[in-house]
């Protein structure tokens, strides 16, 4: 990462605020917290798993009997008959997840302590540690430790629906293994009865419901029935035979009356054509007409008298004896023939009379019948409402106890839960499971770790990644300084060619960016506490400048706590104490470091007063002086809390480079000094981050510092 040149040197005076260019995306920071914590979370781990191996071993084994059953959404009838409730009650979904909660209610499991008389069961109180004393006891003693057995139950079953069917397994876990196959059979045959008992409660009702309602259809019934038969008597209405409606309703078909004039009608019918055949017959009759077998013979006779006698007419006289005795027997069959043919007329006459009688007769019986008749069907009106209101209350009362006689035997249908697969006593227990509670443990370790790692950064006040610069302090990152062992930080700052000579020749480049006249002539470092790495700091960038050609003076201006001249072991007989005391700025001042370009102006011998001196004006005196003869000062002063040295010393240098350890100061103590920097109006350039863990913290992701690209390559020419 290369900073921006600034427009203007106050632009550093007030630095701006955080920008987040450099902030590392959530994801890389979180990775980086875990880094730095890594021995913490492995310890968590750690000791996630050893306690959860301790307390599986520990634990109470458990064994777990499992039994299957089908739950069908209608159950085979037995009987054709429709239960009061339907099984299929809506939807599958909304069936099974009443079934499922069925199969987990309290209600069920109380049966089945009932049933099994958990509450005094020895093997129960020893498997799960309840009291199960069998000893009289009070009612309310009895339904406390009913209540605890249920609980027991509840907390031990596991109702499991097999995915994409209508089978659910029932488990049921306990310390005992017997125990646990009746438990888990005893729930199954309980729900069966529960359900069972459900139907027959709702049959229940109902039945009560349709007696009441029976009773007073019975009542109904019989008052109708009693008025129909009493207005009927009174209309003197006598039915022979009834039909039905087209709407059911009963109807009289046939009544005396109406069967009377039936029987009159054809009595009048047939009369009425006796009558028409005598009057027919008798109309028909003229003089001579009538024939009978008499009337025939006589009429045979005569001819054969009257032929007989115009024979005799012909060979006799009329007096002649013979002649006139043929002429008396012809007269005598003429008065015979007469006398038969008015008996004949007379019968005619009779016979038409009679008939004529007959039907007058019949005719006016049929005319009352017809009158009674007419009467009896205006009666009928009512008749007929009193028998609609009593054909629809037995219509009531004989499907209403039809429905009765059958929710009496609906209770006969199958049930519709059946057992597959009884529980079998379980061989081996089914928990605690070491290899499922390592893992829960190591999950629960991990996400214990994951909560300790945030809490502890939200805590931790330190800055642990460079990108936090900009954004807690508003300073520019001039640069940053990687972690070395203590024992080669000399060879690796006099090799320019390792990782730490990479970092501040970047750092060195930085510094070009902050002034219009490139590397400020003259520059302080300083720190929040002691080894931050201000020293060894400040004699890399001497050395790194000087391989380029500038002249370098280093001052050594901590003189409570001199430390350069140790760094690069060299004697420290005479230094900055014996210049602020009054000496001159001459070369008996200065060390050689044996480095070309580079001089070292020790802390001298240790003054009583060094707070003092470096408040003089001497020490700015001394910067003028050697930036005359150098191109580059940097002063080394001692660090910011708990002195009030560096605040006044600032001022003798163009500017300040603060030096922040990684993982070192808190933040609040950081800004506090930069606070006491900026009352004393001293002009801060940036941050020199220093003791910065490349491996663990993940650096070089976006800073582009280059000393990472510097390593890869030592590493590939190796």
């Excluded at 003197?236 to 039909?243: A, E, M, R, V």
């Excluded at 039809?402 to 609906?410: F, S």
């Excluded at 059946?418 to 079998?424: E, N, S, V």
Aim: aromatic content about 6%.
């Amino acid at each position: 990462m290369q900073l921006v040149a600034p427009t203007t040197l106050d632009e550093f005076a007030t630095p701006p605020l955080t920008s987040d260019v450099s902030a590392l995306p959530p994801l890389v920071a979180y990775w980086n917290a875990m880094r730095r914590r890594k021995w913490l979370i492995v310890a968590i781990l750690a000791l996630s798993l050893l306690i959860g191996a301790v307390l599986t071993l520990l634990a109470t084994p458990y064994y777990q009997a499992t039994a299957r059953i089908q739950i069908d959404r209608e159950a085979d009838r037995v009987t054709n008959v429709e239960e009061v409730s339907a099984v299929n009650a809506g939807e599958d979904q909304e069936f099974y997840q009443t079934q499922y909660a069925l199969l987990n209610a309290r209600s069920l499991a109380e049966r089945v302590a009932r049933r099994l008389n958990l509450s005094a069961n020895p093997v129960f109180e020893e498997a799960f540690d309840a009291v199960t004393d069998d000893a009289a006891v009070n009612a309310q003693e009895r339904n406390a430790r009913l209540r605890r057995t249920t609980d027991i139950l509840l907390d031990n079953v596991n109702i499991a629906p097999v995915r994409g069917s209508a089978l659910i397994d029932i488990h049921f876990s306990s310390p005992d293994p017997n125990l646990s196959a009746r438990i888990a059979n005893g729930w199954t045959e309980e729900f069966i009865a529960s359900n069972l008992d459900r139907r027959f409660a709702s049959t229940r009702q109902a039945r009560e419901f349709l007696e009441g309602r029976l009773a007073d259809l019975r009542n109904k019934l019989e008052s109708s029935e009693r008025d129909l038969v009493g207005y009927a008597a009174d209309q003197g209405i006598i039915t022979l035979s009834q039909g039905e409606s087209e709407n059911g309703l009963s109807q009289p078909d046939r009544t005396v009356t109406s069967a009377d004039l039936e029987a009159l009608n054809r009595a009048l019918a047939e009369a009425t054509q006796a009558r028409i055949a005598a009057e027919s017959a008798l109309q028909a009759q003229r003089p001579g007409a009538q024939s009978s077998d008499a009337l025939s013979a006589l009429r045979q006779s005569r001819a054969e008298a009257a032929a007989e006698l115009a024979q005799l007419n012909a060979r006799f006289e009329s007096g002649y004896p013979e002649v006139q005795a043929v002429r008396s027997r012809v007269a005598a069959l003429d008065r015979s023939i007469a006398e038969e043919t008015s008996r004949l007329n007379s019968g005619y006459q009779a016979a038409f009379r009679d008939a004529t009688l007959r039907e007058q007769a019949l005719r006016a019986q049929v005319d009352r019948l017809k009158q009674s008749l007419l009467s009896e069907q205006s009666a009928s009106i009512q008749y007929n409402i009193y028998q609609r209101e009593v054909d629809t209350n037995r219509q009531l009362y004989d499907g209403l106890l039809q429905r009765y006689k059958e929710i009496g035997v609906a209770g006969v249908a199958s049930t519709n839960v059946f057992i597959i697969d009884p529980a079998q006593v379980p061989k081996s227990p089914s928990s605690p499971n070491l290899l499922l509670n390592l893992l829960l443990s190591l999950f629960i370790g991990a996400f214990v770790a994951l909560l300790a790692v945030i809490a502890l950064e939200q805590i931790d006040q330190k800055l642990k990644d460079p990108a936090e610069v900009t954004q807690r302090l508003g300073l520019p990152l001039l640069g940053v300084i990687p972690k070395v062992d203590e024992d080669t930080i000399s060879e690796q700052v006099a090799d320019p060619k390792s990782d730490l000579s990479e970092a501040f020749l970047t750092f060195q480049t930085n510094l070009s960016f902050l002034t219009d006249h490139g590397v400020p002539r003259s520059m302080l470092f300083t720190s929040t506490r002691p080894n931050e790495g201000k020293s060894n700091s400040t004699i890399a960038l001497a050395r790194s400048l000087a391989r380029t050609g500038r002249s370098v003076l280093l001052v050594d201006a901590d003189m409570r706590n001199s430390s350069l001249h140790n760094l690069m072991a060299l004697p420290n007989e005479r230094g900055l104490s014996n210049y602020l005391t009054g000496e001159e700025f001459t070369r008996q001042l200065l060390t050689d470091t044996g480095v070309q370009n580079f001089d070292l102006m020790t802390a001298g011998p240790k003054p009583p007063n060094a707070g003092e001196l470096l408040h003089s004006a001497r020490l700015e005196q001394l910067v003028q002086a050697a930036a005359e003869r150098y191109d580059v000062v940097i002063l080394d002063a001692p660090p910011v809390l708990g002195l009030a040295d560096v605040p006044l010393v600032a001022q003798a240098a163009e500017g300040v480079v603060y030096t922040v350890e990684m993982n070192g100061a808190r933040t609040r103590q950081v800004q506090q000094s930069l606070a006491r920097l900026t009352a004393a109006r001293a002009r801060v350039f940036g941050v020199l981050v220093t003791k910065h863990d490349v491996n663990s913290a993940g650096y070089g992701y976006g800073y582009g510092y280059g000393y990472g690209y510097g390593r890869e390559r030592s590493s590939a020419e190796a």
